[in-house]
């Protein structure tokens, strides 16, 4: 065993100490357990650079206790929403939320100043778990939402529906700002759960509204597919322990088929009557993906054509990262980590754990298992959520 850091001594120290005083302040060990350990991660990125504080016991005790609280109110949103009866097409002009949604995307607004304004104030995401949403820094998304919140003040907006003229403008930033509050549901970035099921199901909701409202705009129909054929693994994606389950390694007949059926049906009727899109697109790959029964059996050959056309209409690094994924499917590890290498290059992509895990994951199908087993660690350390980087460490250990 290599010699501690300084931070690290530290940590090993006061980790029991935190532990015990988190667990008697709030009960449930678990939860408790989940909140000490993203304290702990915290202080392990923040403390090499600003310094230990004075108290460290005091500062981990302080972040853990809040995370907890954080834990405890999204536990208890998650009941309620659970028990509220199902409400698949709510009245779009009398809905609140909508209203809000169509504010945050004022015109007055910059685009991306409009997504993170929404996942502020529609979505409740914090400014940290925007930022990484948004692959930027997380001071940058801060200034944007105060700049965002002044603008629209300044113009003097009115908490009423708009017209479908004016709809029309807003829905870009709608529905990017829709996918990215259902992506932070359906896989969030950080804390001690992969779902969080209160924003993935009002992403939907909301996605409903707009789709009942405008039942001819083709990308409206797309994201809802996106969203219907994504949702339906959710069931499958977890252990009862909580431990993250591959796509490969899903139980299939756990998936949704009442969710994949819809999802098909309006993906299919949007490609055939209006001009395709980047959701679209999206939609038809994860349909690809759910009508496969067993995970051999599906179709890389046009998953790969269909990757090909989404970077031609909305380049970007997660869907070159995914093109990459494709292609080793097809022409094998080798040729997927030359892609790889190629597109680290990326500063959008630089130090990103999903770029480690893909790196990891063809390595060990190349046979280079100690540089895979690096991979998964390195990975593992760089994700902030908890069952990724169970999964991430639990490979690592497998190819010990």
Known sequence: MGVLTPVEEVLRTAAPQVLGAVVRRYGDFDASEDAVQEALLAAAR?????????????????????????????????????????????DVRGDDELTLLLLCCHPALTPISQVALTLRAVGGLSTAEIAR???????????????????????????????????????????????LIFNEGSTASSGSSLHRVELS????????????????????????????????????????????????????????RAEIDEG?????????????????????ITAVHDEAERAEETDWPQILQLYRLLHSLAPGPMVTLNRIVALAEMDGPLVGLRALDEAAADPA????????????????????????????????????????????????????
């Open 264 to 284: 098909v049906r309006i993906v299919t009727a949007a490609l055939r009557d209006t001009a395709v899109g980047p959701f679209q697109v999206q939609a038809a």
């Open 201 to 256: 199901a009002e992403a939907i909701r909301l996605t409903r509204q707009l789709h009942a409202r405008l039942p001819h705009d083709g990308e409206v129909s797309g994201l809802l597919a996106l969203m219907l054929l994504t949702d339906a693994r959710r069931p499958a994606r977890t252990r009862p322990d909580g431990a993250l389950v591959p796509l490969a390694e899903q139980d299939r007949t756990l998936w949704n």
């Open 46 to 90: 923040q403390w090499p650079s600003e310094g230990v504080p004075d108290n460290p016991r005091a500062w981990l005790i302080r972040v853990a206790s809040r995370r907890r609280i954080e834990l405890a109110r999204n536990e208890e949103a998650r009941r309620r929403r659970e028990a509220l009866p199902p409400d698949p097409v709510p």
């Open 133 to 179: 949403a948004l692959l930027v820094p997380e001071s940058t998304v801060g200034q944007r939402i105060s700049r965002a919140k002044r603008k629209i003040r300044e113009a003097g907006a009115r908490f009423v529906l708009p017209s479908d003229t004016e709809m029309t403008a807003l829905l870009p930033a709608v529905r990017q700002t829709l996918y």
């Open 349 to 400: 992509l630089a130090d990103h754990h999903r770029v480690a895990a893909v790196r990891a994951h063809l390595l060990e199908r190349a046979g280079d298992l100690a540089r895979a087993r690096e991979e998964y660690l390195w990975a593992s350390r760089l994700t902030l959520s908890l069952p990724e980087r169970r999964y991430l460490e639990s490979r690592a250990t497998r190819l010990r």
